[in-house]
């Protein structure tokens, strides 16, 4: 049986699950993203690992500036770090509640006992939501809570940069570094 890998992605300001995407490409741009501690202990942190426990704020890799925030309702988004509510954009990085190895979940600071969740089974295009007072027990929410780190799919070229426009940010990266990069003059 194939079994297919999925990814949380940035799509037109909401977060979603897609399907793994090839490396080199704007998909998997869209698919990387940027964790900062609100905190860093004395340590240091090595690795998205040293994270858990800590609270963290998600950085769009590909619009600086941009966090993922809880949106209204139920719902995950991208907003603009100067105009979002920083308790909406802090979560904490804890154990995925699946217990499973390696797993994380994103429990969410501004509201006690309410994690980022996407339902199950997976599909692409999924949107992500925020589900709160979890029933323990519930195998179909653990899954859904749980999620796995991973090393980023795109890494920063040294002749990147960023544009700043009043719409927002862009993360400009030279056009060799993509397969499917597409522009116009």
């Known amino acids: 049986m194939w079994e297919v890998s999925y990814v ?18 704007q998909a998997a741009v869209a698919a990387t993203f940027r964790l900062l501690a609100t905190a860093v202990s004395e340590a240091g942190v090595l690795g998205p690992e ?15 500036g941009m966090l993922v925030t809880q949106g209204t309702g139920s719902s995950i988004a991208v907003q603009d770090s100067s105009s979002t509510d920083q308790a ?8 995925g509640v699946d217990r499973k190895p390696r797993s994380v979940s994103l429990r969410l600071e501004s509201i006690k006992g309410c994690f980022v969740y996407s339902n199950q089974p997976l599909k692409a295009e999924m949107k992500l939501r925020v589900e709160c ?13 749980s999620f796995r780190l991973s090393k980023a799919m ?6 990147s940069f960023v544009m700043s426009r009043t719409q927002g940010n862009f993360f400009l990266s030279p056009l060799n570094s993509f397969r499917d990069e597409t522009y116009n003059v």
Do not use: W
């Not at 949380?8 to 490409?25: A, H, R, Y």
């Not at 040293?50 to 600086?64: A, E, R, T």
């Not at 007072?133 to 809570?145: L, M, Q, V, Y």
């Open 50 to 64: 040293d994270l858990i426990g800590s609270q963290v704020m998600i950085k769009l890799f590909d619009f600086p």
């Open 154 to 159: 795109i890494q920063y070229n040294p002749l």
């Open 88 to 95: 909406a954009s802090t979560f904490r990085l804890v154990y």
């Open 8 to 25: 949380l992605s940035n799509s037109n300001q909401t977060i979603t699950m897609e399907v793994l995407p090839k490396p080199e490409t």
């Open 133 to 145: 007072n979890p029933d323990a027990t519930d195998e179909k929410f653990k899954r859904g809570a």
